[in-house]
């Protein structure tokens, strides 16, 4: 079974349109985060969030909000959409403490978006 | 300001060994990552440093010295499927991960 999975894989729309882009992680985990990885490669986190805490990059426009029905899910939603949106988003999970560190994030498989 | 360096680009031949080479300078530190990336692909992990000192995992180990704000990944016995993208990132004092902009690692035959 996939440890995070992102829906959907890619997707395309017209600019100014509303989209949204799920993401599910079945590995306990109690945090979780959505990053745009844009055409230079570079990773951006956009937000951190748990049960208790959203921590929100100050660069990214209010236009980007995560939703979180539970604890399993970190959806994000775009509204009006730019052509400078087109990247790939990451949604990511990670546990306070594992074996192999703190905090260490499993990446889901990436949605690209494509804004025309 | 918080920065994270490293190549943007190496070249290696398969069956060798390179170093990726990264520094930091960040508002405190909670330890260090390195991933890999295959193109259009997610990051996945492959270490965390701490500690200094050389930390291995098989053909891949992962080098710290927090006094220098420098580490290594050394990359051992290279193949062809080990071409990809290697991001370092490094976790503030607010457990916030900073990310570089990672190299990508060209292997050839």
């Known amino acids: 079974d996939t440890a995070v999975s992102q829906t959907p894989k890619y997707l395309v729309t017209q600019m100014g349109n509303d989209k949204s882009i799920k993401c599910e992680q079945n590995?306990?985990?109690?945090?979780m985060y959505w990053y745009k990885q844009d055409s230079k490669k570079f990773l951006k986190i956009m937000f951190s969030?748990?049960?208790?805490?959203?921590?929100i990059n100050e660069t990214v426009p209010n236009r980007f909000s995560p939703k979180s029905p539970d604890k399993a899910h970190l959806n994000l939603h775009i509204n009006s959409l730019e052509l400078g949106d087109s990247a790939v988003y990451f949604c990511?999970?990670?546990?306070?403490?594992?074996?192999?560190?703190?905090?260490?994030?499993?990446f889901g498989p990436g949605t690209r978006l494509t804004v025309l | 300001g918080q920065n994270i360096d490293q190549p943007t680009e190496m070249t290696a031949t398969e069956g060798a060994i390179v170093q990726i080479n990264c520094t930091y300078q960040?508002?405190?530190?909670?330890?260090l990552f390195w991933y890999q990336q295959h193109a259009g692909e997610a990051p996945t992990f492959l270490s965390y440093?701490?500690l200094d000192g050389l930390e291995e995992k098989g053909r891949f180990s992962s080098f710290l010295s927090r006094s220098k704000g420098y580490s290594y990944l050394l990359l051992k016995e290279l193949q062809m499927k080990d071409s990809a993208s290697y991001l370092c990132?490094?976790?503030?004092?607010?457990?916030?991960?900073?990310w570089g902009a990672g190299t990508k690692l060209i292997i050839k035959p």
């Open positions: 960040t508002s405190g530190f909670n330890g």
């Open positions: 990132a490094v976790m503030d004092s607010n457990y916030q991960l900073i």
């Open positions: 440093n701490v």
């Open positions: 969030y748990n049960n208790k805490e959203l921590i």
């Open positions: 990511a999970s990670s546990q306070e403490w594992s074996s192999e560190g703190t905090d260490t994030q499993y």
């Open positions: 590995l306990g985990h109690d945090t």
